[in-house]
């Protein structure tokens, strides 16, 4: 079951110029900043109510992070919706023809499960599922 949006992620060049920037807009600094080896990215969380803005900063050079700046520029990179149980969505979205990048779950940030749904199967949003590891 889909239970809520957990963040929206936006690609940003340089967590140091952007952290700046959306400390401004938020009134505060992030309240968790952390490197994700997995996903080759450096994350910072902004909470808004139940969900929160998550900038990240691509620690290589052929990161999907540093591609996505490399055609599009920075902004909003992906919607997070999180889940009770990822991999019974996975199999249940599998179902329904949508592609995912990775066949099995992966360790995000922020003590999170993650997978991610290809942009080709949803009408070009990358779309990231999360499940709090227990
Ligand atoms: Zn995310």
Not at 35 to 63: C, H, K, M, W
Request: aromatic residues 8%.
């Amino acid at each position: 079951m889909i239970k809520k949006i957990n963040h929206i992620g936006i690609a940003v060049k340089s967590l140091g110029l952007s952290s700046d920037i959306f400390t401004k807009l938020f009134g505060q600094s992030a309240v968790h900043t952390e490197t994700v080896p997995e996903q080759n990215a450096t994350i910072a969380f902004y909470p808004v109510g139940e969900s929160s803005l998550e900038l990240i900063e691509s620690t290589s050079r052929d990161s999907s992070i540093s591609k996505f700046i490399d055609k599009r520029g920075e902004g909003i990179h992906h919607i997070c919706l999180e889940v009770d149980d990822i991999r019974l969505e996975m199999d249940r979205l599998k179902n329904h023809n949508f592609q995912f990048i990775q066949d099995a779950p992966t360790a995000g940030g922020d003590g999170y499960w993650v997978a991610f749904i290809h942009p080709k199967s949803a009408n070009g949003v990358l779309i990231e599922l999360c499940e709090k590891m227990k």
